[in-house]
């Protein structure tokens, strides 16, 4: 049957619009500005870590500029204002690699320290000689170490009037075949003897033979006896002449007098002098200005600071192209004083190290950096070391002759030639470095920025998660609103079509039976019975919705007294008989025996009544013709075994034998308004509210309704109620 429900499809509700409208775009501009508020409060972190790594990179510049200066100045007055060996002044006896060497390089000469050739040359004498002094000289020469003294002395007495460095050669063969026959004391004295007077002579191989006879001096000496006159001369030798015997002489000297300081503090100014060679051998030098050249090992560095100088020609002497004067300072020292500098500055960030960049080198005041992470640079600051010059302004040099010694005061040649000199001056400059601040910890630098950055991005999500879940909640809560809005509709529809079915055939009998047409007796008690049903009907209708609508306004009342609920299941299924009658259902009324010894629990009678009368109309609306609908009690034992006979709990049931009811719907369908099916083909009559009646009334007793149904099985709705506190008597 059609039933004229509201059916036509409603426009789509926009009220969801403001709600999005009013909570997205705030949780999106919220996020913008807190994102935005970030970056800038991170930038603001990096340009102040900026601005102080500037303050402070200028003042640390300064500081170890200054620094640097005055202790290198210092050092490096005591270190180089002798000349030749003394020229390395104070001995590192430390170790530490402390102390500054000193060179002067003209000419691309090694001028201080004095450099010597690594080998042997052949000496000038030896072509000199006329072919008998020649054939004379072989003799001595050639003689064989068994030659005896007198012999040998004969075969020198000839070469008398040979040039000198002949002479003192031959005399060299015959103190030495001396010596080996008596190597005594005396013979050192007499070979120191030799020594002196052979300064500046070659032997034939091209050995000085001033440190040839100074060595074997040594080597005769006795031990730990070192005569303070024979270290004079090994000193002045270091200092004049030295030669590739040189660093032989020293451990010679060592060796014959450990202990002796003298020959302590000249091994280490000879070492110094070894080390200060070494390194201006391996020196590129063609700067113009002053540069900063590395040198050495990584373990061993050092640096050169090379300053050029200004010759000019004080005499006829060609005046040299180039003059250098070179600082070597050990790494180390630079490092100490920056450590030094450093220090005094206690305000350097824990996030940061400052580094010193001097040449192509580079240090920090804290651990290196690790590689992974590379710092980022924050501030650089430049200064300038400005070093004394080691060599005097007024130093002078000859370099028509050999350049010896620098005196504290001037280079003097140890031969004054008429060449002239030339006068050597400092070219002004300093040597630059640069302090750079780097950023070593970024982790410490933004610690309170990742704080903030952690509980924005927490706001954010909060604030988001709150957002969506208040929409979903909005929209629940608006899908519902709906559903209902449609029930009622819906509802309201039913109620028309229920009350104006049975109102338009009561107003057709009732107008039949007052125009007379039908005539009195069987039919027309027919009539007056249908009218009597159809008017209970519209009674029990009407008194479902206005009892549906005191529930919903919270005003429903019930009174409970003690009933009897046999008699009172009884009386319903009484009530109820003509309609089953009228469905062709077969309505039985089964109370087990013992349920009427149950006590008289106290209920609403007219509620309870009202629940069953609903439950039976449901039974009997969707049952099939012919079917049987059982109304029954049941009473639950009292597990406890006190008050025996006193139920636990009563059941009121109705047992079908329709359609069931799908195990999704058991609980929806005792919401208000909800029937089940669609609206075009629901084929039983009513209006959706009864079964929410019976709920609210179960539950107002304390109990609540039940239903076990599965399709095609039929149904069980059963009210459950507290059992009577007493039992009957
Ligand atoms: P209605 O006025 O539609 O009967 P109810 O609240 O009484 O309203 O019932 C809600 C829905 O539950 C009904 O639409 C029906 O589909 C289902 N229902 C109720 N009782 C039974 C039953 N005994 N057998 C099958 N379905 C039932």
């Known amino acids: 049957m059609f039933r004229p429900r509201s059916t036509e499809r409603r426009p789509r509700d926009t009220s969801l619009v403001w709600p999005i409208l009013l909570i997205v775009p ?46 290198l100045a210092t050092l490096i007055a005591s270190a180089c204002s002798g000349g030749g060996l003394e020229a390395q002044g104070p001995t590192d006896a430390s170790g530490a690699g402390l102390v500054p060497l000193c060179g002067l390089v003209v000419d691309g000469r090694i001028r201080v320290p004095f450099d010597y050739p690594a080998l042997p040359s052949p000496p000038g004498w030896l072509r000199e000689l006329t072919p008998a002094q020649a054939r004379l000289w072989r003799l001595v020469a050639d003689a064989s170490p068994q030659t005896d003294l007198a012999t040998l002395r004969r075969m020198v007495a000839p070469l008398s009037g040979a040039p000198s460095a002949v002479r003192v050669n031959a005399e060299w063969h015959v103190v030495r075949a001396e010596v080996n026959r008596d190597p005594s004391p005396r013979a050192a004295a007499r070979l120191a003897d030799l020594a002196k007077r052979s300064v500046g002579i070659l032997s034939e191989s091209g050995t000085p033979l001033s440190d040839l006879a100074l060595l074997l001096a040594l080597r005769h000496l006795p031990a730990r006896e070192l005569p303070e006159a024979l270290l004079q001369d090994l000193r002045q030798r270091l200092v004049e002449s030295p030669s590739f015997l040189s660093s032989a002489l020293v451990e010679e000297a060592v060796r014959v007098a450990p202990g002796n300081t003298g020959v302590a503090g000249l091994s280490a100014r000879w070492a110094a002098n070894e080390r200060a060679l070494a390194l201006l051998r391996h020196l590129p030098l063609d700067a113009e200005r002053p540069a900063e050249v590395w040198l050495g090992t990584e373990q061993r560095a050092w640096v050169a600071l090379v300053h050029p100088l200004v010759a000019s020609d004080a005499g006829s002497a060609p005046a040299p192209r180039t003059a250098f004067q070179v600082t070597l300072v050990p790494a180390r020292l630079i490092e ?25 080198r580079t240090w920090g005041t804290r651990g290196a950096p690790s590689a992974s992470t590379r710092p980022i640079e924050l501030a650089s600051a ?81 604030a988001t998660l709150a957002a969506f879940g208040g929409l979903a909640a909005t929209w629940r809560a608006f899908e519902r609103q709906r559903r209902l809005g449609e029930m009622k509709s819906n509802f309201v529809a039913s109620v028309s079509h229920e009350l104006r079915a ?143 006979g006193v139920p636990a709990r009563i059941r009121l049931f109705v047992d079908d034998h329709g359609p069931g009811i799908p195990a999704g719907e058991q609980e929806r369908i005792f919401e208000p308004f909800y029937r089940r099916g669609s609206e075009l083909r629901r084929e039983t009559q009513g209006i959706g509210i009864g079964l929410s009646i019976v709920k609210h009334i ?24 507290p059992g009577p506190t007493e039992a009957a008597s």
């Open 26 to 71: 705030p949780v999106i501009i919220l996020s913008v500005v807190a994102l935005y508020s970030l970056r800038e409060d991170h930038a603001a972190i990096d340009r102040d870590a900026r601005r102080s790594a500037a303050a402070l990179a200028t003042d640390l510049a300064r500081r170890w500029g200054a620094r640097a200066g005055t202790e």
């Open 698 to 721: 179960a539950e107002a007793h304390g109990g609540r309704v039940v239903v076990r149904s599965s399709p095609g099985a039929g149904s069980r709705f059963a009210i459950e109620l």
């Open 336 to 360: 100490r004083v920056f450590q030094a500098a450093a220090s005094e500055r206690d305000d350097i960030p824990k996030y940061a190290a400052a580094t010193l960049r001097l040449g192509d």
């Open 502 to 644: 049975p109102i338009a055939s009561v107003r057709l009998m009732a107008e039949s039976l007052e125009r007379g047409t039908i005539q009195p007796g069987e039919r027309q008690q027919e009539y007056l019975r249908v009218m009597g049903q159809e008017c209970r009907r519209l009674s029990s209708l009407v008194g479902n919705v206005l009892d549906f609508s005191r529930i919903d306004r919270g005003r429903r009342q019930y009174t409970f007294e003690p009933a009897d609920l046999p008699a009172l299941l009884a009386q319903t299924v009484d009530v109820m008989r003509p309609y089953a009658a009228e469905r062709h259902v077969n309505l039985v009324c089964a109370a087990p025996p013992g349920t009427t010894g149950m006590g008289q629990p106290r209920v609403d009678r007219e509620a309870l009544q009202q629940a069953l009368v609903n439950l039976v109309d449901n039974a009997i609306k969707h049952s099939p013709s012919g079917a049987d609908v059982v109304v029954g009690l049941e009473a639950d034992p009292n597990a406890s075994g006190q008050d025996a």
């Open 382 to 462: 430049r200064g300038q070391i400005d070093l004394p010059l080691a060599v005097p302004s007024d130093a002078v040099s000859t370099f028509a002759g050999e350049l010896l010694r620098i005196a504290p005061q001037a280079i003097t040649a140890r031969q004054e030639t008429p060449g002239g000199v030339v006068r050597l001056n400092g070219v002004p400059g300093g040597h630059p470095f640069t302090v750079v601040l780097e950023l070593t910890d970024p982790d410490q630098l933004y610690a309170s920025y990742r704080i903030r950055l952690w509980m924005a991005i927490g706001l954010i999500l909060t």
